[in-house]
């Protein structure tokens, strides 16, 4: 006779194990020590073999006949069920050791090798906040375009949508990192392009007074970014010798920028203004901060905000990301590094 839940639930335990005979060779199995599981017997390839189905009362009769007729169907496909089973549980370990998530880590770990501590802090939380919860557990080589913006699309509803953008690139280099690695077969960020508004950027009034215009003055003869020259220490500056000497924040490398004559003048003519304290341009509540982000609200302190406004004296230089053209304008006018160390050497360079 079948079994019903109220016989499950009342089965007594026995000294040896014991089987409750259901139907289409499923029973429930009771051990001595009162656990109930629910088996399938069956044959495959001319031999007797048997598969759980789940533990009772996880797993009440309903369900427990569900899955009895599931691996009854993959025997008349010609599968075996125990070998789905292992088939599928080590294709979900796979996928868990693979997931996104996982190869986002991974990938950021090797990457701080070259990066600064703060900006992986920064991605890592990026991903933490608003990737993972999201994607984080989907395989890579699963994951779609359609997926990618839903998610991304979470970030920009907030009103972040630079954020939005960051995020999407940073998925972007991760999974190029999963296909390198050979968990991912192509990048579908690449099918996204457009689909998130663009950023619009936000406009200041530009600085055009020299008198006033502190870094902006000094940003097209060094050509750094503009939190490097915000955050410049005159310890790091070598005025006699034309130097100047720091740590690029992002990948943490020293970097030398020679200084012309002309840099050299305008750091002379800040240093009776900032000269005692920490930064070059510091904040104006205190020395011993340099100027705020928002482009130097204090005269003396504004970076390269205002600089394209003067583009018409740089008509092919911007004032971010110079960085190769400035090589090549250093170089001409004679800013080779062993230059810059002979003792001569600023004394020979051409005024820009």
Known sequence: MPLTDSIARNA?????PKRMIDRDGLYLEISPRGGKWWRLKYRYAGKEKRVSLGVYPEVNLKKARARTIEARQLLDAGVDPSENRRATKAARVEGAA?????VAREWIDQQMKSWVRGHGVRILTRFERDIF?????????????PELLTTVRHIEKRGALETAHRALGNCGRVLRYAIATGRAKRDPTGD??????AVRPTHFAAITDPKRVGALRLAPLVFVRPGELR?????????????????VTKTNTPHIVPLSS????ILLDLKPMTGR?????????SSQRPAADERQRHPRCHASHGYRQRRNEWP???????????????LSAGFHRASTRSSGARSKRTRL
């Open 277 to 285: 304290g920490r930064y070059v341009f510091p904040s104006a509540s």
């Open 192 to 197: 996204l392009r457009g689909a998130l508004p």
């Open 262 to 265: 002309q840099a050299v003048a």
């Open 12 to 16: 007594k335990l026995a000294a040896k």
């Open 316 to 330: 092919r230089i911007s004032c971010h990301g110079a960085n190769h053209p400035a090589r090549g304008l250093k």
């Open 133 to 145: 919860p999201w994607i984080g557990a989907r395989p890579n080589a699963d994951l779609t375009a």
């Open 231 to 247: 955050h410049a220490e005159w310890s790091a500056m070598d005025l006699d010798g034309g130097e100047w000497r720091y740590t």
């Open 98 to 102: 693979n997931s996104f998530e996982v």
